[in-house]
């Protein structure tokens, strides 16, 4: 069963995304024909925060079958002439099986791509927020309605996920930076994607946590404004002054910004690991 891109909830497609997709599809349909079972859409673009310019094409494929290295090669194909065309929203997802989808496939392994190229093989892990997400909040683009796959939410080990995403990468993160060792160090100094990234991050793993939701970046931002203490305000408006394109930061001094999205991000970790 085929579905035009353009029928499906329109109101939450953006024009250039569904132009994209509806290429991607044909393309895909002509070079691996009776591959694709169902596709579906999660990210920002299920919870309308999708930002042009920004935001990529979240996806998760479901595939009938096992792949080979030739249909794999094709794929590898296809994601590259799309990032020729399609520099932005660029496709980021996987492709996954039924049984990976319902966690029986504890040995499978899924191609990822993203930013165009093949970026290696993963485990489809149930207690993801993308999981989660695609679960509650998926977008049907092609193919069967999501429910018709068992997939549980156990809020328990998504949490436990999520806690482990907090204490290993964001963690690490925040070490180097503090590392005059690290490129991170003097990164944080003069990156405003770095202080976007790493406010808005833990601030989005916060809400989820305390909140058992999910929500877009600027909604974590938001969210943190209405219950983090006041004097870590400064910092989280400034990243979502950085999200939201606009040129004039409230800070004088890059070290005094620097350093406060280290003491702020210090106190979101011990937070999330409190709840």
Same mark, same amino acid.
């Given at each position: 069963?085929?579905?035009?891109?353009?029928?499906?909830?329109?109101?939450?497609?953006?024009?250039? #995304?569904?132009?994209?997709?509806?290429?991607?599809?044909?393309?895909?349909?002509?070079?691996?024909?009776?591959?694709?079972?169902?596709?579906?859409?999660?990210?920002?673009?299920?919870?309308?925060?999708?930002?042009?310019?920004?935001?990529?094409?979240?996806?998760?494929?479901?595939?009938?079958?096992?792949?080979?290295?030739?249909?794999?090669?094709?794929?590898?194909?296809?994601?590259?002439?799309?990032?020729?065309?399609?520099?932005?929203?660029?496709?980021?997802?996987?492709? #996954?099986?039924?049984?990976?989808?319902?966690?029986?496939?504890?040995?499978?392994?899924?191609?990822?791509?993203?930013?165009?190229?093949?970026?290696?093989?993963?485990?489809?892990?149930?207690?993801?927020?993308?999981?989660?997400?695609?679960?509650?909040?998926?977008?049907?683009?092609?193919?069967?309605?999501?429910?018709?796959?068992?997939?549980?939410?156990?809020?328990?080990?998504?949490?436990?996920?999520?806690?482990?995403?907090?204490? $290993?990468?964001?963690?690490?993160? #925040?070490?180097?930076?503090? *590392?005059?060792?690290?490129?991170?160090?003097?990164?944080?100094?003069? *990156?405003?994607?770095?202080?976007?990234?790493?406010?808005?991050? #833990?601030?989005?793993?916060?809400?989820?946590?305390?909140?058992?939701?999910?929500?877009?970046?600027?909604?974590? $931002?938001?969210?943190?404004?209405?219950?983090?203490?006041?004097?870590?305000?400064?910092?989280?408006?400034?990243?979502?002054?950085?999200?939201? $394109?606009?040129?004039?930061?409230?800070?004088?001094?890059?070290?005094?910004?620097?350093?406060?999205?280290?003491?702020?991000?210090?106190?979101?970790?011990?937070?999330?690991?409190?709840?």
């Amino acid at each position: 069963m085929k579905h035009s891109v353009s029928t499906i909830q329109p109101n939450k497609i953006p024009a250039k #995304v569904s132009e994209a997709l509806d290429d991607y599809l044909k393309i895909a349909d002509e070079r691996l024909p009776d591959l694709l079972e169902s596709f579906y859409l999660f990210g920002s673009i299920s919870i309308n925060a999708h930002q042009e310019g920004l935001s990529d094409i979240d996806f998760f494929a479901v595939v009938k079958r096992e792949l080979t290295e030739a249909e794999v090669e094709a794929l590898r194909q296809i994601h590259q002439e799309m990032k020729r065309k399609y520099p932005k929203p660029g496709l980021d997802g996987m492709y #996954v099986r039924r049984e990976d989808l319902e966690g029986t496939n504890e040995g499978g392994r899924c191609p990822y791509f993203n930013e165009g190229k093949l970026q290696g093989y993963r485990l489809f892990h149930r207690n993801w927020i993308d999981a989660f997400q695609l679960k509650m909040y998926g977008i049907v683009v092609r193919g069967l309605p999501i429910e018709t796959y068992s997939l549980p939410l156990d809020w328990k080990g998504l949490k436990a996920s999520l806690i482990e995403n907090i204490n $290993g990468y964001w963690l690490n993160w #925040v070490k180097r930076c503090e *590392s005059v060792r690290s490129l991170q160090f003097p990164g944080l100094f003069v *990156s405003s994607g770095m202080i976007e990234w790493g406010v808005l991050g #833990v601030t989005r793993l916060y809400y989820s946590i305390r909140e058992e939701d999910i929500t877009s970046k600027m909604g974590g $931002g938001e969210y943190a404004l209405r219950t983090v203490p006041e004097e870590y305000h400064k910092i989280i408006r400034e990243a979502l002054r950085i999200r939201n $394109g606009n040129k004039f930061s409230l800070y004088g001094s890059i070290v005094k910004r620097r350093r406060d999205v280290l003491k702020f991000m210090n106190y979101m970790i011990k937070e999330c690991n409190n709840l």
